[in-house]
């Protein structure tokens, strides 16, 4: 009996290495591609840089002015959210500690009297304002 014989796979490329051929040139033209568009990109960004200078150059005596206002904004914009921010900060921590708004009220006006005879009267304020801490307690 003759024995059964697999034939013979006359393919020269198994499946694996097809595929990974496939992913090569896929991979080519889409970096191909890609390159172009970034050529296209480059030229633009060049020819309305060309374009635009000497507009830039013409209207610098309002543009300068125009971008200090603009930068003064934003920094004033930006100083007040951290404000915001800070003062939004102590009236969390006051109410995360339980304590009553009044008591709050009371110790935030103590510290701006203490802190206000530290500046106009130096140690003198200060042991005032020591005196009327310890009087609170009393």
């Known amino acids: 009996m003759e024995s059964y014989q697999k034939p013979e796979d006359y393919s020269a490329l198994s499946s694996g290495e097809i595929s990974s051929t496939v992913k090569f040139l896929c991979w080519t033209a889409i970096g191909i591609t890609l390159y172009f568009f970034s050529g296209f990109t480059l030229t633009g960004t060049l020819m309305a840089l060309i374009v635009v200078t ?45 304590k009553n708004w009044t008591q709050f009220l009371f110790d935030l006006g103590r510290r701006l009297v203490r802190k206000y005879l530290q500046m106009r009267f130096g140690w003198i304020g200060w042991l005032w304002s020591l005196w009327e801490w310890v009087k609170w307690f009393m």
């Open 54 to 98: 000497p507009a830039v150059v013409l209207f610098s005596p309002i543009m300068v002015p125009a971008g200090i206002f603009v930068l003064l904004v934003g920094a004033g914009f930006v100083s007040s959210v951290v404000g915001a921010t800070w003062g939004l900060s102590l009236l969390f921590e006051y109410a995360s500690k339980k």
